[in-house]
């Protein structure tokens, strides 16, 4: 018989039982801790899912009240623009253009606004005046023309001549088809183009208001256009004629702005094209020397004219109680009595220097000058 001091295989599976037990109790005494840092992982990704989601919502709200912003106007710094719409725009060319005038930020969301509400079919070709308190739907609005929409309309080219009044201007306008003669009569007696200081936008109802500004010159307008449209074109190539240095000659002159205007009219409705600032001359030395024989009075007959409507005066018209007979009222009439163009304006301001205080039309169409009431009487004599 063996002796078991001696079994080394018994003592082996002995030592080995009790390791494997030992490693059991350990193992047994560490699953609670594990199964808490388990549940302390599980409750971090909780918590940085539920970050996520409230970034990602604060992120979409942000994004949504900028275009809800955009979209219905709100919040916006005051502009105002002229936007120009022509048969070659499409609505993604439409939106570059509110964009760059500062009308709208999100020019994507404006074209996914367009296509919902169908806009390429309402917006026409055009010149319109909008700014920042219109939102995304006054905006297509804005732009519809009387032409119609689909961005298609024919244009047509309209030489204003010099001299024309305001009714003639937009007789004129009607009838080669750009708009309305009502519109264009409302928009010339109503409108308030406050982008311009020279219009008098405070006594509204009466066409007289827009007389010397109309700048004549050739245009080409849409057929259809809308009337303020129209008449703000004429305006603003006015107020682009009127560059520094004429406003510096202006406000040099003595006079204002309103009265160069006044004095440019009539001479270009008593121009023979070649005389000017020769008849600039007379109507200040009349203005400036009251005393003379003249009484300080302009005596024009296109002012009287323009009081009857007529083409002609009559003896009975001197007599006529109106602050445009300028046989009977001193110095200017109230208003321009046509639309100068920029010679007659630059003859206003720089009037020949001469002693002449009369003038009358020769058999050749030209006027002759004269210094005195009898030398100005001989020549008529002479002119049979």
Same mark, same amino acid.
């Given at each position: 018989m063996q002796d078991d001091r001696y079994n080394t295989t018994g003592w082996d599976r002995e030592q080995v039982r009790q390791q494997s037990e030992q490693r059991r109790a350990a193992a047994s005494q560490s699953r609670p801790g594990g199964k808490k840092r388990r549940q302390r992982s599980r409750a971090v990704n909780i918590l940085l899912y539920i970050v996520f989601v409230v970034a990602a919502s604060a992120v979409v709200a942000g994004v949504g009240w900028l275009l809800a912003n955009d979209l219905c106007a709100l919040n916006k710094p005051y502009v105002?623009?002229?936007?120009?719409?022509?048969?070659?725009?499409?609505?993604?060319? %439409?939106?570059?253009?509110? =964009?760059?005038a500062g009308?709208?930020? $999100?020019?994507?969301?404006f074209r996914l606004f367009c296509a919902i509400a169908n806009a390429d079919e309402k917006i026409g070709a055009g010149t319109y005046t909008l700014d920042t308190n219109m939102d995304y739907r006054a905006l297509i609005t804005g732009m519809v023309s009387s032409s119609g929409g689909n961005l298609q309309t024919n244009? %047509?080219? %309209?030489?204003? #001549?010099?001299g024309y009044t305001v009714q003639q201007t937009i007789e004129l306008l009607a009838e080669k088809g750009v708009s309305d003669l009502e519109d264009l009569e409302d928009a010339a =007696?109503? @409108?308030v183009y406050d982008e311009y200081d020279f219009v008098d936008n405070e006594n509204l109802g009466d066409i007289s208001r827009l007389e010397g500004y109309l700048f004549p010159n050739t245009y080409e307008f849409y057929i259809g256009e809308d009337a303020v449209s129209?008449?703000?074109?004429l305006l603003s190539e006015f107020n682009r004629q009127m560059d520094t240095e004429m406003m510096e000659l202006v406000e040099? &002159?003595? !006079?204002?702005?309103?009265?160069?205007?006044?004095?440019a009219s009539l001479i270009e409705k008593e121009t023979d094209g070649t005389d000017r600032n020769l008849i600039s001359s007379v109507i200040y030395n009349r203005m400036n020397n009251p005393s003379y024989e003249t009484?300080?009075? /302009?005596?024009?007959?296109? &002012?009287?004219i323009y009081a009857t409507g007529r083409s002609e005066i009559t003896q009975?018209?001197?007599?006529?109680?109106? #602050? !445009?007979?300028? $046989?009977? @009222?001193?110095?200017? #009439? #109230?208003?321009?009595?046509?639309?100068?163009?920029?010679?007659?304006?630059?003859?206003?301001?720089?009037?020949?220097?001469?002693? !002449?205080? $009369? $003038? %009358? /039309?020769? +058999?050749?169409?030209? @006027?002759?000058? +004269?210094?005195?009431?009898?030398?100005?009487?001989?020549?008529?004599? &002479?002119l049979g």
């Open positions: 105002e623009a002229q936007i120009e719409v022509t048969t070659e725009d499409t609505i993604g060319t %439409v939106a570059n253009k509110l =964009k760059d009308l709208i930020e $999100y020019k994507w969301f244009t %047509v080219w %309209v030489t204003i #001549p010099e =007696k109503n @409108h129209a008449l703000n074109r040099n &002159s003595g !006079y204002s702005l309103d009265e160069i205007i006044t004095i009484g300080g009075l /302009l005596q024009i007959d296109a &002012s009287l009975e018209d001197l007599t006529l109680d109106s #602050p !445009y007979n300028l $046989y009977t @009222h001193q110095g200017l #009439p #109230p208003t321009p009595i046509a639309n100068p163009g920029i010679d007659s304006i630059s003859a206003a301001l720089l009037p020949a220097d001469t002693n !002449y205080y $009369y $003038y %009358v /039309l020769g +058999s050749d169409g030209k @006027h002759i000058f +004269s210094e005195t009431y009898a030398e100005h009487q001989q020549v008529i004599a &002479s």
